[in-house]
Structure formats: C-alpha cells, structure tokens
C-alpha cells in the first residue's frame, strides 16, 4: 500500500490543484525579489572646485537590499567634484525582512514539491494514515501564518526601500549641503514594479495557503470522527466513551 504508484486523480481535486498553484506563487514570490537589481542617479554641480556642468553619480542597489553598502559611483575616469563617491552610501538595511521573505518562499516551494509527490505517488499511504494529514494541516496553518508575516515585514520594508533610494536621498548624503559648495539633484530611480508584485504574490500565497488548510483539514480524523459516529448509529451499538 505504501509503494510508490503514480496517481493523477488528487491532481483533479482541490487538494492537489491548489498546491500546484502554491508551488508557482512561490516561485513567482521569491524570483520577482530575489532577483532585483536596481539604480538611483543624483546629478552633481560644484561651482567651487570651477565644474559648472552636471555629472552624473550612480549608486547600484538589489537583492538583499543592505543599501548601506550601496556606494556611489561615477563614470570612468572622471573626477566628480573631486570627491571620493564610494565612501559615500545608500542608507539602511533591509536584508532582514528580504531574506526571511525570499527564504521561507523557497522553503515553500519545496514543500510544495514534496507534497505533491506524497499526494500523486503515495495517494494510499497518506489517506490511509493518521498523522500524515495531521502533519499537513499543521504545516499549511504555520505556512498561511508566517506568509502574512513574512509579506508585511517585506511590504514595509520595501515602503522603506522606495523612500531611501527616492528624493530623500540628496536630504541623507552629508556631501551634498551648500556648505561643502556641492549641489546635488536626484534624477531617477529604476521602477519597483517587479519588487511590487512580489510582495501582492506573497499575500496571494497567504489566501491560497489560508483556503487550502479546510481541504487539507477534511482529510485529517478531525474531520472524519463524524462519519465514524455516523458508522456506529447505523450498526445500532452506542458509540464509544472515549476520544
């Protein structure tokens, strides 16, 4: 009963079709985040050092977002303002809420894989045993939890992430005030649209995972007691005292 024999039919039911859809949005989750890879331009005047012209600063930023490591750079063999940009950096660390987003995605996503094998190679071995569904249901209760957490820990960040690499930039970087007879202009920021969707996929895995944990609970003996009660009232015997 427990040898592996291919078995399609759970693929049909909503227990097996909504994990093949959590499988692809958490692929969708982790690869539309982990895979970023961004700029933000300033363009730079400096009056004292006799460069009026803008020249342009760039600082690289992605996945996992530690922006405080984000140097500037400037085009190739040119000086800027005679200023050292590299020492000069984005502000913040987000890779906290990143990670922990892009790692339980991909924690999911092998999950997903080895229920799916469970469910279409051993069909059998799991309706027929106790704790297997049990397990299940824990698991897709913890997972539709912590992709709730997860997703708002990554939303803020990302809020935050917007806000470090925008306009408030020329406001943080201490070389650019009238003072230092630097002035700098924030020109643009590569779009976040990618990084956007990952976290609206994270919270569609939140309701996927959420409305699946009732097909998985039918399938634990928290669900069946009733047919086996039912069972025993048809025999005419009284039911058993114990749980």
Not at 92 to 104: E, I, L, M, N, R
Not at 189 to 213: D, E, H, K, P, R
Request: glycine share 8%; with cysteine.
């Amino acid at each position: 009963m427990s040898a592996f024999q291919i078995n399609l039919n759970p693929l049909k039911e909503p227990l097996g079709f909504i994990k093949i859809l959590e499988w692809f949005a958490s692929i969708f989750a982790f690869a539309t985040c982990g895979g970023f890879k961004g700029k933000t331009e300033i363009q730079v005047n400096c009056p004292k050092v006799g460069v009026n012209k803008n020249q342009t600063v760039t600082a690289t930023f992605g996945y996992p977002f530690r922006l405080n490591q984000a140097s500037f750079h400037t085009p190739p063999n040119v000086s800027v303002c005679d200023v050292n940009w590299e020492k000069h950096v984005l502000i913040g660390d987000y890779s906290s809420s990143a990670q922990f987003y892009v790692t339980f995605a991909v924690f999911v996503f092998l999950y997903c894989i080895a229920a799916l094998l469970l469910y279409v190679g051993y069909t059998n071995l799991y309706r027929d045993s106790h704790k297997l569904p049990m397990i299940d249901f824990i698991v897709t209760l913890v997972a539709t939890f912590l992709w709730l957490v997860s997703s708002s820990a990554w939303a803020k960040a990302l809020t935050d992430i917007k806000v470090a690499t925008g306009h408030r930039i020329v406001e943080e970087l201490e070389i650019c005030n009238p003072e230092s007879g630097v002035s700098c202009y924030f020109v643009s920021v590569t779009s976040m649209g990618s990084l956007n969707v990952s976290v609206i996929f994270g919270f569609l895995n939140m309701i996927l995972w959420g409305g699946n944990a009732w097909f998985v609970y039918k399938e634990t003996s928290l669900h069946s007691p009733s047919n086996t009660s039912a069972s025993h009232s048809q025999g005419g015997g009284p039911p058993t005292s114990g749980m």
